[in-house]
């Protein structure tokens, strides 16, 4: 097809890939991150040829030594993002820029060797024009994008990767919560921490989500969507969620999100949530909020909504909080305006049906 002659990388068709008929079936109820598209990039980086040997090929297995180093140590960041339907058949992305620069700065943080950012860029649209049949049209409905990039250095002594292999792959998605409730529950983990002051984070690596398995699992247990960290030197500051950012509403109209000092993930959604909520207007503080204050408040009504924000969760309203010394509802434990009207004005420009005034979309040739 036409969209190929802009292939910046060697392109193999996959001999397997769906047929059309059964891609619109898949793409009529993909949930999130069980169908995948036909294609992947991969690219590999070695010490002596640097990057090299970026391809876009069918999607397939990886043969790994069992002496691979990231199986070993886990050296491995990801990055998440969507490819959105515009309304005139075109496809763009949001702020790609953005996860290209947070994942070299999470190969930094990993001591792995940085992708420089134009490939990242070159890369991920390269794949989504590849795919581009299969990005949904249907409303909230995407194509999530997900770069990652590990160790394949076959050695057992600790020490930075030699060697890396770099790759996309790429998953039409609806929404990532199941439940279709208006809003989610949290449990507020007192047992576990997701960052220290000097770890990992604000890298998005693997490692991270491997360490709020257990959290999740409570909160699973106790019948919540997702778990709240709280900062791991207090045990009192509200920090994230196992996925996302969160923010605060309160009875004056501001709003409130904890700052990034280091533990948290930087938010794309987040940042662009702030921007967009000042443009409307409103006040927006990046302090830190006690997990007791989010108790009295939500019991005062002083707090009105609250709601977790990232690009798989959008913008998800919290309805209620429980743990093992909290449990309280928000509101009326559903949807509030802030949250919709927020969520609106954010999928408005990522579907290309209001005003690009950030110049946040990359659409694609
Ligand atoms: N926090 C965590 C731990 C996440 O996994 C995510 C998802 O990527 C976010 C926050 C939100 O980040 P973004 O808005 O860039 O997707
Ligand atoms: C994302 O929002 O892109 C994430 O990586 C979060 C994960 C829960 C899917």
């Not at 036409?2 to 079936?25: G, H, L, T």
């Not at 581009?132 to 999530?144: F, K, M, Q, T």
């Not at 927006?284 to 609250?306: F, K, N």
């Not at 977790?308 to 209620?320: D, E, K, R």
């Amino acid at each position: 097809m036409s969209y190929q002659s802009a292939q910046p990388f060697p392109f193999e068709k996959s001999p397997s890939a769906v047929a059309a008929a059964e891609r619109e079936a898949l793409l009529r109820n993909p949930g999130f991150g069980r169908v995948f598209t036909d294609h992947m990039v991969t690219m590999r980086y070695s010490q002596e040829h640097g990057w090299h040997d970026g391809k876009i090929g069918p999607r397939g297995a990886f043969p790994l030594d069992p002496a691979t180093l990231v199986l070993h140590y886990g050296q491995e960041i990801f990055e998440g993002m969507k490819a959105y339907r515009l309304p005139d058949g075109g496809a763009s992305l949001f702020r790609p820029d953005a996860n290209a620069r947070r994942f070299r700065s999470s190969a930094e943080r990993l001591a792995m060797a940085p992708l420089p950012e134009e490939l990242f860029l070159q890369s991920v649209r390269a794949l989504v024009r590849t795919e581009r049949d299969w990005i949904p049209a249907a409303e909230g409905a995407s194509l999530y994008i997900r770069p990652f990039m590990f160790a394949t250095e076959v050695l057992l002594g600790v020490k930075p990767s030699a060697e890396y292999l770099y790759c996309i792959i790429a998953s039409p998605v609806g929404s990532y919560f199941k439940s279709g409730a208006p809003a989610v529950t949290l449990w507020v983990s007192e047992t576990y921490t997701r960052a220290a002051p000097g770890g990992t984070g604000a890298a998005k690596c693997g490692g991270n989500y491997a360490a709020s398995l257990a959290a999740q699992a409570e909160a699973t247990a106790e019948g919540c969507e997702q778990v709240v960290f709280l900062d791991a030197v207090e045990r009192r500051w509200v920090e994230e969620l196992g996925g996302m950012n969160v923010f605060f509403v309160f009875d004056d109209g501001s709003l409130q999100t904890p700052p990034l000092g280091g533990t948290i993930l930087p938010g794309i959604t987040r940042d662009s949530l702030i921007v967009l909520a000042r443009d409307l207007g409103l006040t927006v503080r990046e302090e830190p909020y006690a997990i007791d204050q989010w108790q009295a408040d939500a019991r005062s009504g002083r707090l009105t909504e609250a709601f977790a924000c990232g690009t798989a969760a959008v913008v998800t309203p919290i309805g209620t909080v429980k743990g093992r010394r909290h449990g309280f509802t928000i509101g009326e434990g559903g949807a509030g305006p802030v949250a919709a009207r927020l969520k609106a004005a954010l999928l408005d420009i990522q579907n290309g049906r209001a005003p690009d005034r950030h110049g946040w979309l990359d659409r694609l040739a």
